[in-house]
């Protein structure tokens, strides 16, 4: 159909313009974020790009539902004020019905949503997090310089000089915090360090000549202490990623299912698994509110409309909380999405019995 095919490429084209736009912003900030920690030399600028685009999926899990509901809010927006709506009203087609014209599109984005939700965004986050735990055991001596102290992760490393091949170093201090409670911290002084390149073995080596070593009771004034005329340091750099109760949104949709009965896993999947279905709520909302007069504009609506669709997704995240929490079951995130679908009808119902209303109340009035 002639109007399907006009409205889908209106809606697709404006809403893909307007979620570039939202990345744009979102990522611009944490790059920014990005290469400051890497102008610290906390992190590896050449990796850069490759965190941005593990972490893209994830952002996209909340800017493709609100670059659609704005798409549709303009595109809408736009008939009324053109007049466009006033002639597909005119030839009998409600805007209603132009809706259900625009529901195969809404399903196609659903599926990119939910793909996003189930998939990708947990895959990204678990790239992520290993290659920032790759990086911080690496990093902690590819980026040393000199006479400057250089923290990654639970390390904090000293040199007060470097040879120009980053593989000796002299005057070295060597901090580690303890990974468990109970723990010591361990700190090394040495004279001089050599780096030892091991065949297929990402961590790093490094042979220390000439020092002491202690062992440090964080809130104690318990140490040990022990000399050294060489020794070998070796820090490891975890090769599985381990996931607690609290890093959930990384894990794949399958362990959560596996575990669902876990409050913090429940409210992970069933924000994963109802998300998707905001798209809906945004063409309900769209359709009720986008309705202005011309002399109003097409903006007049926006950001009122922008504030409620907002509302739904912190809705959503409150309702995330509350079941991690135990204080709600995993049927409020249907509740939510059901609630702000008959608000949306309502608010439609609304704009048609205004007039009548109106009329009657005139007419009790004479």
């Known amino acids: 159909m002639i109007i399907r095919r006009y409205l889908v490429k209106q809606v697709v084209s404006t809403s893909l313009v307007v979620i570039a736009l939202l990345t744009l912003i979102m990522m611009g900030g944490r790059l920014i974020k990005y290469f400051g920690v890497a102008a610290q030399g906390r992190l590896d600028a050449s990796i850069l790009l490759s965190i941005i685009g593990y972490r893209l999926p994830e952002f996209l899990t909340l800017i493709l539902p609100l670059g659609f509901f704005i798409g549709l809010m303009l595109v809408f927006g736009r008939m009324y004020v053109d007049h466009e709506m006033a002639v597909m009203n005119g030839s009998g087609v409600s805007r209603h019905q132009l809706a259900r014209l625009l529901i195969p599109m809404t399903v196609v984005f659903m599926a990119v949503q939910a793909f996003l939700m189930l998939w990708a965004a947990p895959w990204g986050i678990r790239q992520f997090e290993a290659l920032t735990t790759n990086q911080a055991v690496r990093t902690g001596f590819d980026l040393v310089r000199p006479k400057e102290f250089i923290s990654s992760g639970p390390y904090t490393i000293y040199a007060g000089s470097l040879s120009e091949d980053r593989k000796n170093l002299k005057d070295i201090f060597f901090y580690q915090r303890a990974d468990k409670d109970g723990k010591p911290d361990v700190m090394i002084l040495a004279q001089e360090a050599t780096r ?29 202490q022990a000399e050294f005329q060489s020794y070998r340091l070796r820090l490891e750099s975890d090769k599985e990623a381990k996931f607690e109760s609290a890093d959930v949104e990384a894990l794949p949709t399958s362990k959560l299912w596996e575990n669902r009965q876990d409050p913090v896993v429940a409210s992970e999947l069933g924000w994963r698994a109802f998300v998707p279905f905001s798209i809906v709520i945004a063409l309900i909302l769209a359709v009720a509110l986008s309705e202005v007069s011309p002399r109003q504009g097409r903006y007049l609506k926006l950001f009122p409309a922008l504030l409620i669709f907002a509302s739904l997704i912190v809705a959503l995240m409150a309702v995330k909380t509350r079941v991690s929490k135990q204080e709600m079951g995993i049927f409020a995130f249907p509740l939510v999405l059901i609630v702000y ?17 109106k009329k009657q109340i005139q007419r009790v009035r004479s």
């Open 196 to 224: 030892v390149d091991v065949a297929d073995d990402t961590a790093n080596v490094v042979d220390l000549v000439k020092g002491r070593r202690y062992e440090i009771f964080a809130g104690t004034p318990k140490y040990t």
């Open 341 to 357: 679908a008959i608000a949306g009808a309502l608010f439609s119902r609304k704009q048609k019995l205004a007039p009548k209303i």
